[in-house]
């Protein structure tokens, strides 16, 4: 059975950083992706950044480029996001999920969520001025 699990969220002042975790499991090899959405209150689900498990190629919103980094680490099946000099428009509750198209053909997307079939529970982060 296929498994997403967020952690590493909290409380952070601006400027302060956190690393986002992202563990994996039950998934066949790495032809996947991963992408990292965040939904804030009130607001519609917005994508932070992907990343293709099986080559490493990487997305990223405009409003995170230079601010935040996704990586992978195969041997453990996790991704990570890792956010400096975090804002408090950042404040938002983070998901990831799983895309399972074929990632030798397909490059992963944050612009939509549909092609997203698998989801973690979610971690709030919450940014302080």
């Known amino acids: 059975e296929e498994r997403l699990v967020e952690s590493g969220g909290g409380l952070v002042q601006a400027g302060g950083s956190l690393r986002l975790s992202c563990a994996a499991s039950?998934?066949?090899?790495?032809?996947?992706?991963v992408g990292w959405f965040r939904q804030a209150p009130g607001k519609e689900r917005e994508g932070v950044s992907c990343i293709s498990v099986s080559d490493g190629a990487t997305r990223y919103a405009d409003s995170v480029k230079g601010r935040f980094t996704i990586s992978s680490d195969k041997s453990k099946n996790t991704v990570y996001l890792q956010m400096h000099n975090l804002k408090p428009e950042d404040t938002a509750d983070y998901y990831c999920?799983?895309?399972?198209?074929?990632?030798?053909?397909?490059?992963?997307?944050?612009?939509?969520?549909?092609?997203?079939?698998?989801w973690g529970q979610g971690t709030r982060v919450t940014v302080s001025s």
């Open positions: 999920a799983a895309d399972l198209r074929d990632a030798l053909i397909y490059l992963c997307t944050v612009r939509s969520d549909k092609y997203y079939d698998f």
């Open positions: 039950g998934f066949r090899g790495d032809d996947y992706a």
